[in-house]
């Protein structure tokens, strides 16, 4: 039974805090440049349109993923909560069901937690490979033979890989201990050293890789216009996915980062901060990216249309499989290595402790858990799941099956779900552009109501059909139905299941009633 | 580098660096608005 004798109106709830708008910056730059600033980014340009690419990526940055961004914000700054908190009180008394999509949030994070802690492991594995190039020429039976030890589309779940398994153990060790420190403590600090080494290592890497023979084909080949290619819907859409997959947006995660800044905070402004940081991160990548390619291609006397023919460059292939090659090939390989699986490294362990806060801040809120204990009863059984999907045999097929239903099917639907619920069936959005516009210098009104009530749900609807008809009429090959029926398919079940669950389990405080700061006085 | 090559990677320089530099100054001229709502008592900020 919840606990009544807390319900007394909860204006004023005990929350953690940023040390100031700097720390929430810097932490929120940390989640939204990641694995996919890295790695997709560079190929998705390149494959829809080239230079011209920048055009529908600027306008899905300042039509969906600015916007989206600032749903977040709002949600989870007026309401003060992670995703389920913040949904309960939005809905008021009669909306107990709104707290679902919360936990369908927390367990998006919670499946993206477990792989991407997996792929974090692989960096630091190949970070210290980087030193002698033990991957050799044949670099892709070396991730999945050698390293992996890959054991066909089902097999090996409980066949362990002592190679994955101890540094997945450390990532999930240093991980928890974050946690356990709090927002300022720990998240905030964590940030504050990995941001800053993260921008010198991979503006290293960058720099060094424009000096390399063949980098400015590379560019070349990268920041070509093809204009023509901006008829293709498809290139717009694939900007739109870019932006919304590379900005943390619609799973909890600035939503749960926003609820910890004080009442009185600028929003909006910082945000703007957040979305081109992201994307100037993006442009120095594809740089880089590209310019090292174009090494490639100049040392196997390839063209660069023959290089991406016959490599990867996207991806978990990208990175593991076609930089190795292109690692061992260069002059310093060492430093060059280590240099490029130390950004990976870094920028994605900001981004796994802003996905694991979401999951933390919730069990917080739900059960008035401290931050360590948080910490623990969460960090523990998600580093044991993690442990036993990915540090096995089984771990690479997994991996692809969970990523891309988690990704592809399950952020979409959150976010679609996010602004028909907040938007349309509680009318929630004067309240929130009000109260985006009344605490920030840069204001927001009708356009921004316009973008996340019917713009951005009608992209994201297109793509979500788009993906799950295309998921439904050309089953994967490489994996059996069963594996996708049950990671993948099974994966989104599992979080509708739970994410209903949770929501008859009682609060240890009640949430409601809830005085929302400012009090809201209208759109005028 | 061809000529189309280098005028989208000086655009794409100028438009994300650009706008992360326009934003930081805006940010940085005007950090908080000047007239917050009095907060409710006790309130933790």
Redesign the interface.
Known sequence: MANRSAAAPA??P??Q?WSG?LGFIVSAIGSAVGLGNIWRFPGVAYANG???F?IPY?VALLTAGVPILFLDYALGHRFRGSPPLAFRRMAGRGGRWAESIGWFQVMICFFIAIYYAAILAWAASYFVFSFDQRWGEDTIGFLTQTYLQTDGATGGLLAPVAGVLLPLAAIWVVAIVVMAFGVKKGVERANFIAIPVLVIAFGALVVRALFLPGA?EG??S????SFQALADPQVWIAAYAQIFFSLSIAFGIMLTYSSYR?????LT??G??VA??N??F??LA??GVFSILGFMAHENGQTMAQLSDENAITGVLLSFVTFPKVVSQMPGAAVFGALFFGSLLLAGFTSLISILQVISGALQDKFHLSEKAAAVRMGLPVALISLACFGTKAGLPNLDVVDKHINEVGIVVSAIATMVVALWVYRKGGELSWHLA?????KVGAAWRFLVGVLSPAVLGYILVATVYQFLAEPSADYSLRLVLTAGWGSLALAVLVAAAMVLLPWRQDPLPF?P???YEGVK | MTGAAIAMLAASILVAPGCLAASVAFLAARPEIADYPPSPPGADD
């Open positions: 204006a004023v005990e929350r805090q708008q080239g230079g011209a920048i600027l400015s560019l070349n990268l920041f070509t216009p004080r009442r009185r905070s600028n402004s910082p703007l901060v081109f940081a994307s100037t993006e442009i594809g740089v009344r605490l920030s210098t840069f005085q700061y400012p009090a």
